[in-house]
């Protein structure tokens, strides 16, 4: 069986992974507005209804990995065929979200709700099966890592084009027209824009099915069924996967408030919200040179290491801006070495997740891909969950008035730089920490010892 990857299947990685981000980042920008500018919901309610997505999503991750882990496809394939049938579903939803169908509003919200939560759903029935393939597509851990690098690349170009190209898409389609905030005249704007998205997402979706191939196939082809409660229990036996899954709640707790902060300290800190624009692109740069490069630096040093290396690269770049956090230009260094240090984090922990399905298949004689990506996937959304609770906290006893404009308290620009310079040190730390005892090779190979003795 020949299991290596070709560029042209990397590629197909890489534009999914494009077209989602670019999605993504347009329901980011305009859905909260959406429906409280264009459907006319009150802001406590809209905050709730994307409240209720957020844990359903977490929820439904876990019930549809079930799903998928004991459904096999005629063609003897486990997960792929899902990202063929679920791409147009997803992308009518898409277009649905944007769409006012002229209710009441108590309809209004019950039925935006619904839409809600079905976009939530199909996604988990692409995002799990895509998540899955790197570990499918090929047994090769070198071919792991650099697919796991495209993947990055795309998610990076994909955010950096959506936050350039979505607005002046918008005002193509007639919205913002002589204003500068939406409302709800730029309805029909929003409505053709998520039309394109829908394409965008069939584009990337059909090119990664048709480039893709799921090579890798189950040890014992005649597998029983697994139970939510008999999956975690694999999982929490694992060593590996506890691992990988408290470096995964590290990352999305870091690269949530680093993300979420970046504007409020262009706005507040510097007093020009414009500067948060350079400071992206130079996080955006860094990411994309890495994902490019960061295969071939776990290769050179090893996993544990080059974990280690994003960890101390990352602190030591605070380090400037904790002792002078108003000086420009160290929030530049901040940026560069967050960007370097997410990245390598990113591709690690997933091709770590790749690893751990043959782990899990040598102790337990069953492979369970898209339990691990669809446990994974609920762990990464509420720690990103708890990482916006948790800042909206602390701004609000810092004391933080969107009505105060620049003007605000000395607290809350304090809680500010924290965000952007301590706290992410620290959790790099725990990051540092985590690369001493994660080592998926080892327990692979500690696994086979014990089958084959057994």
């Known amino acids: 069986m020949d299991e290596k990857v070709k560029l042209s299947e990397k590629i197909g990685f890489m534009l999914y992974s494009t077209s989602i981000n670019i999605v993504h980042t347009f329901k980011n920008m305009y859905y909260l507005t959406f429906l409280t500018m264009i459907l006319q919901i009150d802001v406590a309610i809209a ?15 876990s019930l549809i990995a079930v799903f998928c882990a004991n459904h096999r496809f005629k063609s003897g394939e486990k997960v792929r065929p899902y990202t063929l049938y679920m791409c ?129 196939k189950p040890e014992n082809e005649e597998e029983n069924n697994v139970s939510v409660i008999s999956g975690y229990k694999m999982l929490f036996k694992c060593k590996s996967w506890v691992y990988n899954m408290i470096l995964i709640v590290l990352y999305g707790i870091t690269n949530t408030i680093v993300m979420q902060n970046i504007n409020y300290y262009a706005a507040y800190v510097i007093g020009d ?17 890495i994902s490019l490069v960061g295969p071939a630096i776990d290769r050179k040093v090893g996993r544990k290491r080059a974990l280690l290396l994003a960890a101390v690269v990352s602190i030591i770049g605070k380090i400037p801006f904790i002792i002078k956090p108003d000086f420009l230009p160290f929030i530049y260094v901040n940026a560069l070495s967050i960007g370097f240090g997410m990245t390598m984090t990113y591709i690690i922990f997933n091709t770590n997740r790749n690893n751990i399905t043959d782990i899990l298949e040598v102790q337990n004689g069953r492979r369970i891909d898209t339990l691990v990506s669809g446990c994974d996937n609920m762990i990464a959304k509420l720690s990103e969950s708890l990482a916006i609770e948790i800042m909206s906290i602390a701004l609000s006893f810092a004391g933080y008035n969107e009505a105060l404009g620049v003007a605000q308290t000395s607290a809350t620009l304090t809680t500010i730089e924290i965000m952007l310079g301590l706290a992410p040190a620290l959790l790099f730390a725990g990051i540092a920490i985590i690369s001493r005892n994660l080592d998926t090779k080892k327990e692979l190979v500690e696994s086979m010892e014990r089958r084959d003795n057994a």
């Open 47 to 61: 905050g709730a209804m994307l409240a209720f997505g957020t844990v359903w999503d977490a929820v439904n991750d």
């Open 273 to 289: 919200s414009s500067a948060a624009t350079p400071i992206l692109a130079v996080y955006l740069v860094v990411a994309v040179v």
């Open 88 to 216: 147009v579903p997803w992308a009518i939803a898409i277009v649905l979200l944007f769409t006012d169908l002229k209710l009441n509003v108590t309809m209004t919200v019950i039925v935006g709700l619904i839409i809600y939560f079905i976009f939530e759903a199909l996604y988990t029935f692409l995002d799990m099966p895509y998540n899955t393939m790197a570990s499918l597509a090929t047994k090769e851990d070198e071919g792991r890592k650099s697919i796991n690098g495209f993947r990055s690349l795309g998610a990076c170009l994909g955010t950096g084009i959506g936050s350039v190209a979505i607005l002046p898409l918008v005002k193509l389609f007639g919205g913002l027209n002589d204003h500068l905030i939406i409302n709800y005249t730029d309805a029909p704007a929003l409505f053709k824009t998520a039309i394109v998205m829908g394409l965008i997402c069939i584009t990337g979706a059909l090119t990664h099915y048709f480039t893709s191939k799921e090579r890798v």
